[in-house]
């Protein structure tokens, strides 16, 4: 079973900064690729920023050059770093994993969210 939690969100001001942790558990093989998604009210769920296993980052266009995504792979956990916020920034994020179980299965897990809230 993979166990995926989030850490970090908050309250920030238009221009602000917040930095968001996602630590990953459980009986894993390896880690494919780790992301952050966000849903706002109303809105579907979509994706922020994600890094492949060998360090490959993919941003959405709306994040770019404001927000930045690393991870720890010896400690099993993704970051993203949130600058410049604004308040369309305004969403529950979500961490997302995608790996390999010890039972040789691929899985895909999801944390329970963190608010991220932008206002003055």
């Known amino acids: 079973q993979v166990h995926v939690a989030e850490s970090g969100g908050g309250l920030a001001q238009p221009g602000g900064s917040l930095r968001l942790s996602c630590a990953a558990s459980?009986?894993?093989?390896?880690?494919?690729?780790m992301g952050w998604y966000r849903q706002a009210p109303g809105k579907e769920r979509e994706l922020v920023a994600d890094?492949?296993?060998?360090?490959?980052?993919n941003y959405a266009d709306s994040v770019k050059n404001r927000f930045s995504i690393s991870r720890d792979n010896a400690k099993n956990m993704v970051y993203l770093q949130m600058d410049s916020l604004k308040p369309e920034d305004t969403a529950v994020y979500y961490c997302?994993?995608?790996?390999?179980?010890?039972?040789?299965?691929?899985?895909?897990?999801w944390g329970q969210g963190t608010q991220v809230t932008v206002s003055s």
């Open positions: 997302n994993v995608i790996g390999l179980s010890a039972t040789m299965s691929l899985f895909r897990a």
């Open positions: 459980g009986s894993i093989v390896r880690f494919n690729a």
């Open positions: 890094i492949s296993s060998g360090g490959t980052r």
